[in-house]
T-cell receptor, first 111, second 114 residues
């Protein structure tokens, strides 16, 4: 599975868009990009995933570059409850079902 | 809808003691996973199961055993606890092998081995 690189921490003002980058330059063509977040010490929560096209759901948008070497998670109107650690994961199930987690980005949404 | 439930939520063990962590899911998911999370490290996969009666090793399986006798339950056992197993343990389940689907996580079990 491809290694992902994320900044260790970011800040965002409440009500503004939070743009969280992720680098996955070694991603292969059949690997999906997943985003999860972990609020305080709770269990991780799924946010969104994508392969090639940009994706949007009720929580966030995922923008994947055309060469798929990087992606950005966008929280359009960040709230204080979005303060969490955000994990970007590149994963292909295939015969290897090991989802490799990095250290993520600690996002602080400030009032 | 309970989702994924872990018991217990907290436990303190003495070195050498044994215990079993229980994970139960009510979503009829085939795949279940046990992770551990330590400070300064990402989640690491201990064992996983692709269906009732099956188990497989993850990244860090040593010192742990698992069983999946019923589809809805995935048990993680520590036969002889060591201080290095002090960690927060998370169970997760998914409909398929986390491909085109999301994984659902429990709220964690905080284990301290003294």
């Amino acid at each position: 599975d491809a290694k992902t690189t994320q900044p260790p921490s970011m800040d965002c003002a409440e009500g503004r868009a939070a743009n969280l980058p992720c680098n996955h330059s070694t991603i292969s063509g059949n690997e999906y990009v997943y985003w999860y977040r972990q609020i305080h010490s709770q269990g991780p929560q799924y946010i969104i995933h994508g392969l090639k096209n940009n994706e949007t759901n009720e929580m966030a948008s995922l923008i994947i570059t055309e060469d798929r070497k990087s992606s950005t998670l966008i929280l359009p109107h960040a709230t204080l409850r979005d303060t969490a650690v955000y994990y970007c994961i590149a994963f292909y199930a295939g015969n290897n079902r090991k989802l490799i987690w990095g250290l993520g980005t600690s996002l602080a949404v400030n009032p | 809808n309970a989702g994924v439930t872990q018991t217990p939520k907290f436990r303190v063990l003495k070195t050498g003691q044994s215990m079993t962590l229980l994970c139960a899911q009510d979503m009829n998911h085939e795949y279940m996973y046990w992770y551990r999370q330590d400070p300064g490290m990402g989640l690491r996969l201990i064992h996983y199961s692709v269906g009732e009666g099956t188990t497989a090793k993850g990244e860090v399986p040593d010192g742990y055993n698992v069983s999946r006798l019923k589809k809805q339950n995935f048990l993680l056992g520590l036969e002889s606890a060591a201080p290095s197993q002090t960690s927060v343990y998370f169970c997760a389940s998914s409909y398929t092998a986390v491909l085109n689907t999301e994984a659902f996580f429990g709220q964690g079990t905080r284990l301290t081995v003294v």
